[in-house]
């Protein structure tokens, strides 16, 4: 796979607004910006409203995601190109998403919405309504998504890749420095993570590095590329950025997003915890 | 429902005597040539360069982390220009910085 083929630029966004069966969504999980100024003729996806199932703490079932995707209009065979703010943070968690969904065409537009801003590219108000589809999904691919039960037995054995900061991955810190310090799991990482920021995969406008910068960056880090690997965070939406990168960008077969993450493992009964900086 | 997102809030303005609870808070406001800029992307950077939080300045400009005690940078990105700002910290409470772009 090549990066033309996971990723698009802005310049090629710009000019491809008007092509048919090219879809723009915006996924943010605060979408008052979308509201505010989006790319012309984007739907909107609410991260927390349109695609959490609404009891459990889940992802909305196949029948949801099939009744989401004809409302918004988007067809099974649409290139859906999706961006985000937050540095594509949801986008590349939606991205996955699409691709747990057998959604095949789809594509991250590099850097994002903040790329986009920063490229002083025009932004829009103007709702958008899409003509409804039948959209039909496949059943989830699990070989992308990692749940609790194998986390435990995989310590040793896969990879695990801890994207948070090397302040959360030690223990210093229980979340981003943008939110307050207030969660009650226990801090610290599975123990052998590596502590790869999801940042070192990206440029401060947000694009993705070279792939060469990327695999030599996880080589650095000490990931062993015969062996399974698994992206965590803290909600799973970081890791979907890592995920996206060894995943789609390099090309490495056997990698999961584990979307429970720190909230789920960090808060899990029994099971070992390491501290400390990264080795 | 998953838990709250890792996503950055809307930024505002933070009270020099804001109760910290104990926590370092970085603030301040990014600034242009025509006053306050907001829509800048706000990034914190820590004592090795790595980035840490990033969020978006408000409408006046303003910015906020919950940080921890060391040396930090903050850098700020606009269509019109960055900006950048250092300062290093020993202790809870609300540490100023101010920004200017061009």
Redesign the interface.
Known sequence: MSREDVLVTTQWAEENLDTPGVVFAEV???T??YDGGHIRGAVKLD??NDL??????DFVDKAGFDALLSEKGIGNDDLVVLYG???N??AAYAYWYFKLYGHENVKLLDGGR?KW????RELNSEDVKREATTYTAKEQDLSIRAFRDEIVPAIGASNFVDVR???EFSG??L???????EQSQVPGHIPGALNV?W??VAN??GTFKTEEEIKELYADQGLDTAKPTIAY???G??SSIAWFALHELLGYEDVKNYDGSW?EYGSLVGVPVELGAAK | MAADGCGAPAQTATPADLDTKGQVVLSGKVTGTDGPVGGAFVRLLDGGGDFTGEVVSSPEGDFRFYAAPGAWTVRALHRSGNGEASVTVDGPGVHELAISVA
Do not use: M, Y
């Open positions: 943010d999980e605060d008052t910006a991260w927390r959490q199932d609404k009891v459990r703490r703010g937050n540095n943070w949801f903040k801003e920063l490229d002083g900061s090397p302040d210093k810190l979340a981003p420095a943008h939110l307050p310090q920021p940042a070192k401060e406008d965070c803290r909600i939406e970081r909230t």
